[in-house]
């Protein structure tokens, strides 16, 4: 079965920087749309930044965009998610997930939508940044 294994949380000071890994198992991510998401205790799960992994086209949520960055290596069939400029408000538990429909932009360039329904979740990563 497909495996998506999270790694790279931990505790830091805000202001600090993680980097997040997602090793994927039996299933390539080759082509297909990858993506980060959050959810801190109370919340709703949010998608934080994807990547199609075919053109490499990201988007991120507009809380993290300019701080956040995804990126993908198809040779160790790996997916990051580097964080800098880390504030409180990023506290979470972060979940690597894969497969989802691609979609289309106005200009017909293809994309992943941070709310498409992904098929496959890691077990997640707690990321605590303190003040």
């Known amino acids: 079965q497909v495996q998506l294994v999270e790694s790279g949380g931990g505790s830091v000071l805000a202001g600090g920087s993680l980097r997040l890994s997602c090793a994927a198992s039996r299933y390539t991510i080759r082509g297909n749309c990858m993506g980060w998401f959050r959810q801190a205790p109370g919340k709703e799960r949010e998608g934080v930044a994807t990547?199609?992994?075919?053109?490499?086209?990201?988007a991120y949520a507009d809380s993290v965009k300019g701080r956040f960055t995804i990126s993908e290596d198809n040779g160790k069939n790996t997916v990051y998610l580097q964080m800098n400029s880390l504030k409180p408000e990023d506290t979470a538990m972060y979940y690597c997930a894969a497969d989802a429909p691609i979609s289309w932009d106005r200009s017909s360039y293809s994309y992943c939508k941070l709310d498409a329904a992904y098929n496959y979740w890691g077990q997640g990563t707690q990321v605590t940044v303190s003040s």
């Open positions: 990547i199609y992994t075919r053109t490499g086209r990201t």
